[in-house]
T-cell receptor, first 115, second 117 residues
Framework: AQKITQTQPGMFVQEKEAVTLDCTYD???????LFWYKQPSSGEMIFLIY??????QNATEGRYSLNFQKARKSANLVISASQLGDSAMYFC????????????FGKGTKLSVIP | SAVISQKPSRDICQRGTSLTIQCQVD?????MFWYRQQPGQSLTLIAT?????????ESGFVIDKFPISRPNLTFSTLTVSNMSPEDSSIYLC??????????????FGPGTRLTVL
C-alpha cells in the first residue's frame, strides 16, 4: 500500500529564513512520483514541485527545492527566504503504478511565516 | 498547465437539498478527478471522471450521493445530493493528461467551499 507521512502538523519560520517541511513515503514500487502542493486559506491547491524516483538530482523550482533521500524514503520540501505569502498548508503526495496512478496525500503541514 | 475554474466558489445550503458543482478546463484533458476535503483534513478522492463512460467511485462514495457527469473533454459536474452537515467540505476538481504516468502533474481548480446547515 502507498502511504505518505507528514509528522509536522504546524511549523513556524521567521520571514527571510529557510524552512524544511518533512515528508516520508512508503511504497514497494520502483517507479513513483512525489509532489508538493500549497494550499492557502482560499482553498486552492497549487502545484509546487515534482521529483521522480529515478531522478538523480534534487528538483528545484525557484525558492522551492526538494531534498530527496531515496534510501531513507524521504522527500522534504525546502523553502528558502520565506515570505509572508508562504503561510499556508503544504501537502506531500505520491503517485505509483500500484496505486493506480492516483495521488496519495499526506495530512499536511501548516506553515506560518512570522514577520 | 491547464486553467481550471469551478462554480460556485462557495455556497451555503440547507440540509436535504442538492448542489451541482461545475468544473471547466481551458483545454481538453483526459482525466478529471473530484476530491473532498473535510475541515482540517487532507484530500480524499471521490471519483475519477472519464469522458464518455461512467465515473469510477472510490470506496465509501456512491453514485446516488455524488452523481458525476463528463459530457466532453473540458467539462464535468459533481452533484452533492440530499446534503447533511457532514457534507460541509471543500470540493476540488483536478485534471491530468497522462493517466498512466507517475510523472504527470495533476492540476487543481480553486475549489468550492460548501456549508450545509
Amino acid at each position: 500500500a502507498q502511504k505518505i507521512t507528514q509528522t509536522q502538523p504546524g511549523m513556524f519560520v521567521q520571514e527571510k529564513e529557510a524552512v524544511t517541511l518533512d515528508c516520508t513515503y512508503d511504497t514497494s514500487d520502483q517507479s513513483y512520483g512525489l509532489f508538493w502542493y500549497k494550499q492557502p486559506s482560499s482553498g486552492e491547491m497549487i502545484f509546487l514541485i515534482y521529483q521522480g524516483s529515478y531522478d538523480e538530482q534534487n528538483a528545484t523550482e525557484g525558492r522551492y527545492s526538494l531534498n530527496f533521500q531515496k534510501a531513507r524514503k524521504s522527500a522534504n520540501l525546502v523553502i528558502s527566504a520565506s515570505q509572508l505569502g508562504d503561510s499556508a498548508m503544504y501537502f506531500c503526495a505520491m503517485k505509483t503504478g500500484a496505486g493506480s496512478y492516483q495521488l496519495t496525500f499526506g495530512k499536511g503541514t501548516k506553515l506560518s511565516v512570522i514577520p | 498547465s491547464a486553467v481550471i475554474s469551478q462554480k460556485p466558489s462557495r455556497d451555503i445550503c440547507q440540509r436535504g437539498t442538492s448542489l451541482t458543482i461545475q468544473c471547466q478546463v481551458d483545454s481538453q484533458v483526459t482525466m478529471m478527478f473530484w476530491y473532498r476535503q473535510q475541515p482540517g483534513q487532507s484530500l480524499t478522492l471521490i471519483a475519477t471522471a472519464n469522458q464518455g463512460s461512467e465515473a469510477t467511485y472510490e470506496s465509501g462514495f456512491v453514485i446516488d450521493k455524488f452523481p458525476i457527469s463528463r459530457p466532453n473533454l473540458t467539462f464535468s459536474t459533481l452533484t452533492v445530493s440530499n446534503m447533511s452537515p457532514e457534507d460541509s467540505s471543500i470540493y476540488l476538481c483536478s485534471v491530468e493528461d497522462e493517466p498512466s504516468s507517475v510523472a504527470d502533474t495533476q492540476y487543481f481548480g480553486p475549489g468550492t467551499r460548501l456549508t450545509v446547515l
